[in-house]
């Protein structure tokens, strides 16, 4: 498309600059296709029925890690059930929070700190599960108790981090 502009005896030809034509993938991405879309659903459908099962080993764990806490330290069943809360959520969302996308210079400065506290907040919660499970066991038992208390919150981890990382994905 041109425009002329007269002053007289020059007549000088301007075109006007044409706006640049975005493509669909680089806005928004490649359309998916129709498979990619089938395996992003069943990923997706995947993830929930891990978190589900991460979910509900979570409330035997705070069940668990808060009867353990009570007899522990004598606190009363509120304070143990916060406790427990705390150290069984906080491993959760610290995981989490190392998923989603961060500044590099946060991530340098966090991942220490988050790195010791999951592995504490997951020792003490195992040590807790271990303990509840264990106290109902008797004679030779209390091994197999112990061992479940243990696996509790290390399958919680693991399902957590799977089920978050499969969603994302999707």
Same mark, same amino acid.
């Given at each position: /498309?041109?425009?002329?502009?007269?002053?007289?005896?020059?007549?000088?030809?301007?075109?006007?600059?044409?706006?640049?034509?975005?493509?669909?993938?680089?806005?928004?991405? +490649?359309?998916?296709?129709?498979? !990619?879309?089938?395996?992003?659903?069943?990923? !997706?459908? !995947?993830?929930?029925?891990?978190?589900?099962?991460? @979910?509900?080993? $979570?409330? &035997?764990? &705070? $069940?668990?890690?808060?009867?353990?806490?009570?007899?522990?330290?004598?606190?009363?069943?509120?304070?143990?059930?916060?406790?427990?809360?705390?150290? #069984? @959520?906080?491993?959760?969302?610290?995981?989490?929070?190392?998923?989603?996308? /961060?500044? #590099?210079?946060?991530? $340098? +400065?966090?991942?220490?700190?988050? +790195?010791?506290?999951?592995?504490?907040?997951?020792?003490?919660?195992?040590?807790?599960?271990?303990?509840?499970?264990?106290?109902?066991?008797?004679?030779?038992?209390?091994?197999?108790?112990?061992?479940?208390?243990?696996?509790?919150? !290390?399958?919680?981890?693991?399902?957590?981090?799977?089920?978050?990382? /499969?969603? &994302? #994905?999707?």
């Amino acid at each position: /498309m041109c425009s002329e502009i007269s002053n007289g005896a020059n007549v000088v030809k301007m075109s006007a600059k044409k706006k640049p034509q975005f493509v669909q993938s680089q806005i928004v991405g +490649k359309p998916k296709s129709k498979r !990619a879309i089938k395996v992003g659903r069943a990923q !997706a459908l !995947a993830a929930t029925g891990v978190m589900s099962v991460a @979910l509900v080993l $979570t409330g &035997l764990s &705070l $069940t668990h890690l808060s009867h353990g806490i009570e007899v522990v330290t004598k606190a009363p069943s509120w304070e143990a059930w916060l406790m427990a809360v705390g150290i #069984d @959520l906080g491993f959760i969302v610290l995981e989490l929070a190392q998923l989603v996308p /961060m500044q #590099d210079k946060t991530r $340098t +400065k966090i991942k220490n700190h988050i +790195k010791y506290a999951i592995v504490g907040t997951l020792v003490g919660s195992a040590l807790m599960n271990a303990f509840a499970f264990g106290m109902a066991a008797v004679g030779w038992l209390v091994i197999p108790a112990v061992l479940f208390g243990l696996a509790i919150p !290390a399958l919680i981890f693991a399902m957590t981090k799977v089920g978050a990382q /499969m969603w &994302l #994905d999707r």
